[in-house]
T-cell receptor
Framework: GAGVSQSPSNKVTEKGKDVELRCDPI?????LYWYRQSLGQGLEFLIY????????KSGLPSDRFSAERTGGSVSTLTIQRTQQEDSAVYLC??????????????FGPGTRLTVL | AQSVAQPEDQVNVAEGNPLTVKCTYS??????LFWYVQYPNRGLQFLLK??????LVKGSYGFEAEFNKSQTSFHLKKPSALVSDSALYFC??????????FGKGTRLHILP
């Protein structure tokens, strides 16, 4: 079956604009995560969805960042009033089971965001 | 606080030689440890994980990792490197909040 897909693959925007990044997880995976990978940095956890539970938003760096997951499948990460420091690769991952800390995560190819 | 460290930003190995990519961790309780690889222009791929059991964990593409509790290490190894192994490698550990923390990554260059 298809893996995790993300769109767009690249996004260039002007400072102050809002952007939406999309993630399509593997069908049947209940867990979905967003990470940010900045140049020279590791993967920074942003947010985690598990089934119908309230998402773990503890990694969101500011209130300009939000995410939703519709119907337990597709997720959208929204960044409002983008800043240059938001430039990074945004990665989405999904996993099958409830215990997300031990389940294998499957990553999408990422969206490269550049804020001018 | 839970953490994972990859002390080497870059590792160079000649093709055919054994390779080691280092990872050390700091956790409370039993560690859950992972290795992921990121090939150029591709997403991260799972290599292997240690949850419990044998200290030597075998994974994809001929890689293995050795869990060493006394040294708090989980080094990634391969007996004979291939040029195609050149990539960015990430070590990761579960933290107390059940999230996975990734290291900063080690870039592996296999020289032909």
């Amino acid at each position: 079956g298809a893996g995790v897909s993300q769109s767009p693959s690249n996004k260039v925007t002007e400072k102050g604009k809002d952007v939406e990044l999309r993630c399509d997880p593997i069908s049947g995976h209940t867990a979905l995560y967003w990470y940010r990978q900045s140049l020279g940095q590791g993967l920074e956890f942003l947010i985690y969805f598990q089934g119908n539970s309230a998402p773990d938003k503890s990694g969101l760096p500011s209130d300009r960042f939000s995410a939703e997951r519709t119907g337990g499948s597709v997720s959208t990460l929204t960044i409002q009033r983008t800043q240059q420091e938001d430039s990074a690769v945004y990665l989405c991952a999904s996993a099958q089971g409830a215990q997300w800390s031990t389940d294998t995560q499957y990553f999408g190819p990422g969206t490269r965001l550049t804020v001018l | 606080a839970q953490s994972v460290a990859q002390p080497e930003d870059q590792v160079n190995v000649a093709e055919g030689n054994p390779l080691t990519v280092k990872c050390t961790y700091s956790v409370s309780g039993n560690p859950y440890l992972f290795w992921y690889v990121q090939y150029p222009n591709r997403g991260l791929q799972f290599l292997l994980k240690y949850i419990t059991g044998d200290n030597l964990v075998k994974g994809s593409y001929g890689f293995e990792a050795e869990f060493n509790k006394s040294q708090t290490s989980f080094h990634l190894k391969k007996p004979s490197a291939l040029v195609s192994d050149s990539a960015l490698y990430f070590c990761a550990v579960r933290d107390l909040d059940d999230k996975i923390i990734f290291g900063k990554g080690t870039r592996l260059h296999i020289l032909p």
